[in-house]
C-alpha cells in the first residue's frame, strides 16, 4: 500500500448502485480538470476471471458480491497510481465473463479516480481515498439503466438482465451496496448531473492538489 509520505496522487473513489450515474460523475470530474491529470479506473476491470467454469456456471455466479471482484489486485494498482508509477489494467470480457489477454496501460496520472459499486466495502482500498463520494439514485431509474447497458453493450436479453436483477443484483445492492453508503464523505443524488456537486468536487480536488504541491 501507498506510504502517506510517499504519496503523489488523489484518490477519489465513486461507489453507487448499478446504473446510478457513477461514470456520468466520473467523466464529468475527467472534463473538468483535464485529461493530463486526471485518470478514470472502474471496478468493472477487476472482475475475477471464470474461463475456469462452465458458461452454465459462469452465467449463475453471483457478480455484485464482493468475492466476485480481485479487491487485492485493484488496490495495489491503485497504490501504485498514486505512487507516480503505471500501471497493465486488466480488460474483461463480459460477454464471456473472463479476463482477456489484453491489458491497458495508464498512469501516472496527478487524480486517479476511482468507480464502483463495491469499491468502499474492501477496507485497506476505502483507506486510501481522499474523498469518498456516493451516488444515490432511484432504484427505478437504475435498473432502467442497468437494462439498456446489460442489452445493448452486452448483449443480453431482457429476461437474463431482470432475473439477474431479482436473484443477486437487488439482494446485493441491500446487503452490501447500500449500507456502505455510511463511509461517504458526500451523498449525490442525480449522481454526474448534480452539477452543484461535481463543482463542490472540482474545489475540493483543487484544494488538495494545492496543499500536496506545497509539501
Do not use: W
Request: hydrophobic fraction near 35%; charge should be negative.
Amino acid at each position: 500500500m501507498a506510504e502517506e509520505s510517499q504519496r503523489k496522487g488523489i484518490l477519489i473513489g465513486i461507489a453507487g448502485g448499478s446504473g446510478s450515474g457513477k461514470t456520468l460523475a466520473a467523466d464529468n470530474i475527467y472534463a473538468e480538470l483535464g485529461s493530463d491529470k486526471v485518470v478514470q479506473l472502474c471496478q468493472d476491470s477487476y472482475y475475477k476471471d471464470l474461463g475456469h467454469l462452465t458458461e452454465k456456471e459462469r452465467n449463475a455466479q453471483n457478480f455484485d458480491h464482493p468475492d466476485a471482484v480481485d479487491s487485492d489486485l485493484m488496490t495495489q494498482q491503485v497504490a501504485d497510481l498514486l505512487l507516480g508509477k503505471s500501471i497493465k489494467q486488466p480488460i474483461y470480457d463480459f460477454v464471456s465473463h473472463t479476463q482477456t489477454d489484453k491489458y491497458k496501460l495508464i498512469g501516472p496520472h496527478l487524480i486517479v479516480v476511482l468507480e464502483g459499486i463495491l469499491i468502499f466495502c474492501h477496507p485497506p482500498l476505502r483507506e486510501m481515498m481522499d474523498i469518498k463520494v456516493f451516488v444515490d439514485t432511484d432504484s427505478d431509474i437504475r435498473l432502467l439503466r442497468r437494462l439498456r447497458r446489460d442489452i445493448l453493450d452486452r448483449g443480453r436479453s431482457m429476461e437474463s438482465v431482470l432475473t439477474q436483477y431479482e436473484a443477486t443484483v437487488r439482494p446485493m445492492h441491500q446487503q452490501f451496496v447500500e449500507p456502505s453508503k455510511r463511509h461517504a464523505d458526500l451523498i449525490v443524488p442525480e449522481g454526474g448531473s448534480n452539477r452543484v456537486a461535481v463543482d463542490l468536487l472540482k474545489t475540493k480536488i483543487e484544494a488538495i492538489l494545492r496543499e500536496r504541491t506545497e509539501e
